[in-house]
């Protein structure tokens, strides 16, 4: 592995772990920022929705209705840094 592939894989998980970071702070623009404006959001039991303005939407709904936040975080990354993952641990409540 070269170097140059490790530090493409260090900024893809920093990324992910910066946009979870913002999750927990409530910061939805923080996150809405560390995203492209094509963003595909698969809901979950729902439709697939594309695009930050429809995310931000979906963000507002969720804050309405949830108070959450998330443990554990894992983040992963392809040696080349095109493709992330996370998996976590997700605490909340109903509002």
Do not use: C, P
């Not at 170097?3 to 772990?17: G, Q, Y």
């Not at 963000?59 to 936040?69: I, N, V």
């Amino acid at each position: 592995m070269s170097n140059d592939s490790k530090r493409a894989s260090d900024r893809a998980i920093a990324l992910v772990l910066d946009y979870y970071a913002a999750f927990n702070r409530g910061d939805w623009d923080g996150m809405l920022g560390r995203l492209s404006e094509d963003v595909v959001h698969d809901l979950n039991q729902g439709r697939r929705e594309t695009g930050r303005d429809a995310f931000r939407a979906f963000l507002q709904r969720m804050d309405a209705s949830y108070s959450e936040q998330l443990r554990d975080i894992v983040a992963m990354s392809a040696v080349d840094g095109r493709h992330a993952a996370a998996e976590y641990t997700v605490h909340g409540t109903y509002k």
